[in-house]
Structure formats: C-alpha cells, structure tokens
C-alpha cells in the first residue's frame, strides 16, 4: 500500500516551515502535489523525493525560479533530460566554487584561532594594537581600540 503525508509531516521531516511549503507550492514549485476533497495537500513518497530535490537545490543557493525551471523540466518527461543535466551541472559548478570560497575563509578562521590558541597570543595582539594604533595616528585617524 502506498503511504501519503499531510503537510505537518513534509515540514517536520525536511524541517522546513508549513508556509515554505504553501511558498514553494504558490510559486509553481509543486505541480505534482495532490489536494484531497477537503482542499488538503496531500503528498506521496514520489513528492517526497521531489521535495528533497527542492530542498537541497534551495539549500546550495539555486534561485527560486531556477528550481521552478528545473521542475517544469522533470514534469516534462525524458525529452528535457539534456536540458537538466546542463543545469544541474552549471548548478554543480557555483556549488563547488562558493564551497573554495568557504575553505579559503575557514583558513582565515583557523589561523585566528590558532593565534588565540598560541602561548604568546597577548604578546601577538598587543602588537598588532600597537601597529594599528600608530598607522591610524599617521593617517591623522581615530584610535579604534578600547584599551
């Protein structure tokens, strides 16, 4: 038998907000979505995997009409599989530039924390004050520090 899920369950399992969704399904996100008698959306385990695939696009930064493009390509069958590959592999590639864009940052992070982490980190800082302090006064500029 196949299982369906009520709005409630789609938000509590991809812990996203019930408006995200009524969002999503408002701006053509969720053409494959059902509604019951009542009115209801009703989803199955199909949709699910859809939203999942909403979700983790949505969540590496595509924009919301790129996603909706992307569906309406899926809705369309096997004839716009070239189509979604091209831009899951365009997707790919912002991915994977913004996550070295990351990295780089989380070095900066890692060099920060070792300095605090260092024996000599308030000798290293007070230096740097002392540098900041005098460039500043050069520049006929305020004093930013507190200390």
């Known amino acids: 038998m196949?299982?369906?899920?009520s709005?409630?369950?789609?938000a509590a399992y991809f812990d996203i907000s019930i408006s995200s969704i009524r969002f999503y399904d408002k701006n053509g996100?969720?053409?494959?979505?059902?509604?019951?008698?009542?009115?209801?959306r009703v989803f199955t385990e199909s949709d699910m995997n859809f939203i999942h695939t909403i979700c983790c696009l949505k969540n590496t930064g595509m924009p919301i009409k790129d996603i909706k493009r992307y569906i309406q390509l899926c809705m369309n069958g096997p004839?716009?599989?070239?189509?979604?590959?091209?831009m899951l592999q365009e997707h790919k590639a912002h991915v994977l530039r913004e996550q070295e864009k990351l990295q780089e940052n989380l070095k900066e992070i890692d060099i920060k924390i070792a300095r605090y982490d260092s024996k000599d980190a308030?000798?290293?800082?007070?230096?740097?004050?002392?540098?900041?302090?005098?460039?500043?006064?050069?520049?006929?500029?305020?004093?930013p520090f507190h200390v």
Request: no cysteine; net charge positive; charged share 20%.
């Open 122 to 143: 308030t000798s290293i800082i007070q230096a740097q004050i002392q540098y900041v302090t005098a460039e500043k006064k050069a520049h006929d500029m305020p004093n």
């Open 2 to 5: 196949y299982q369906t899920y």
């Open 29 to 40: 996100l969720l053409p494959f979505v059902s509604k019951n008698e009542s009115g209801h």
């Open 79 to 86: 004839n716009s599989i070239s189509e979604r590959k091209t």
């Open 7 to 10: 709005i409630k369950d789609v």
